[in-house]
């Protein structure tokens, strides 16, 4: 019995160290790092300049009323679209109308003393060439008459000013085009010339941006321009700069650049919101950027950093980076990474300097494939 005790607590011994063992192998075996190869020749030829744009309308106004009153009627509503001639509201006619009725009048009785002082001219002259009447009473009948023409065209301006009047009671649409602003309420009192809707014509369409001051020297008319929309997710639109403002503006001190895109094709509507990127006009060096997502970010003490699988060994490098701008889910680096580099993107904080992994693509690597499609290796 004694013999067998120590030959049974080695054989214990053995197999804790056997299993031991294969615990650290099996720690030490790579750990799985999610991953995305860097292709620079996608942003070679110079740094993009980006910004936020929003889809305005080219042309666009406030429609108001020519004439103050009481607003009783809107036949649109916000998101409306109206036609070229379309009524959109009313205010109330009854005080226009009786200034209407009252210059008709006044046009009729012009006209009627007009046709009288006619018939005495005409009777006059002929008086006056049988030498029946006096000269001085020829020259009273003349100027009566000339009184009386007068008086018609007065009349005949005036019924014109009360029958415009009357139609500027209802706002008629300029142009086709949506309903963009609602600023007046039925019941309300407005003035000549309060918005009472705001319209943006239908139409071309302007991706608007505002460029700060450093930048607006690499900004030109013609200068070509690649903008997406968060809500259109997947679709890329090519588009150039049309205008760009000749002063700052005097609040924000940014200038108002328009770009147009080449073909808007569906979806792109009023009010939406996105990002453009320009290539700069006064850059001609051969220098390429890459566009990271914004989850690949690391540190380095104070400086940006990302993690750098090595093809020898497959170890990851801390790398200093050079960050140029920060978007809202992607970063554009400028110096510190080579074509082909794979870039660890998830799980920046849980890895070491030197650490063996193996690269894995996302299941999901941004440009619409996934990684089920693309066959990655584990």
Same mark, same amino acid.
């Given at each position: ?127 006056? =060439? !049988?030498?029946? +009447?006096? /000269?001085?009473?020829?020259? @009273? &009948? ?5 009184? $009386? *023409? ?61 460029? =700060? !001051?450093?930048? +607006?020297? /690499?900004?030109?008319?013609? @200068? &070509? ?5 968060? $809500? *259109? ?62 989850? !690949? ?82």
């Amino acid at each position: 019995m004694n013999l067998r005790t120590p030959a049974l607590l080695t054989a214990c011994v053995l197999m804790s160290l056997s299993a031991c063992s294969a615990k650290h192998r099996a720690e030490a075996s790579p750990a799985l790092v999610v991953t995305r190869t860097v292709h620079a020749g996608a942003r070679s030829g110079g740094l993009a300049i980006r910004y936020p744009v929003e889809v305005t309308a080219r042309y666009a106004n406030t429609m108001s009323f020519r004439v103050p009153g009481k607003l009783i009627e809107r036949s649109v509503r916000l998101g409306d679209f109206v036609h070229k001639g379309q009524p959109v509201a009313r205010l109330d006619p009854l005080d226009a109308q009786s200034q209407a009725a009252a210059a008709k009048a006044s046009l009729d009785g012009a006209e009627h003393r007009l046709a009288f002082a006619k018939q005495q001219l005409d009777r006059d002259t002929a008086q006056s =060439a !049988a030498n029946l +009447i006096a /000269a001085n009473q020829l020259e @009273q &009948t003349q100027d009566l008459y000339s009184s $009386a *023409l007068a008086a018609q065209e007065q009349a005949a301006e005036q019924w014109t000013v009360a029958r415009n009047n009357l139609g500027y009671n209802t706002l008629i649409a300029d142009h086709d085009g949506v309903i963009t602003s609602e600023n007046a309420d039925t019941g309300q009192v407005v003035a000549a010339g309060q918005p009472v809707f705001g319209l943006a014509w239908s139409g071309d369409l302007d991706i608007v941006l505002d460029a =700060a !001051a450093g930048d +607006i020297g /690499a900004i030109a008319p013609g @200068q &070509t321009a690649r903008v997406t929309f968060p $809500a *259109l997710r997947g679709r890329r639109f090519e588009a150039h700069v049309r205008e760009v403002a000749p002063a700052a503006d005097p609040q924000s001190r940014t200038y108002r650049v328009k770009l147009t895109l080449n073909e808007p094709g569906s979806g792109v509507r009023l009010g939406m919101t996105g990002d453009a990127a320009l290539a700069r006009a006064d850059d001609d060096s051969e220098s390429s950027s890459y566009e990271l997502a914004a989850t !690949a970010l690391f540190h380095r003490g104070k400086e940006p950093a990302v993690w750098v699988v090595q093809t020898a060994g497959s170890t990851l490098e801390l790398r200093p980076v050079q960050v140029h701008s920060y978007g809202e889910r992607s970063i554009l680096v400028t110096q510190g990474l080579n074509d082909g580099d794979n870039v660890v993107v998830a799980g920046v904080h849980t890895v070491y300097e030197g650490e063996h992994v193996k690269p894995v693509r996302p299941l999901f690597d941004g440009e619409g494939e996934s990684a089920a499609e693309s066959g990655p290796a584990r």
